[in-house]
């Protein structure tokens, strides 16, 4: 499941690098 999380989060940081990258820095909290 980590792998699948980390190759969606690559995918979304190279549509939105910033916005995306603080999304996902509050999902994965919450995830872990």
Not at 2 to 11: L, Q, T
Not at 14 to 20: L, S, T
């Amino acid at each position: 499941m980590k792998k699948e999380i980390e190759i969606e989060k690559e995918r979304k940081d190279k549509q939105k690098p910033v916005q995306k990258k603080k999304n996902e820095s509050r999902l994965f909290s919450v995830t872990s």
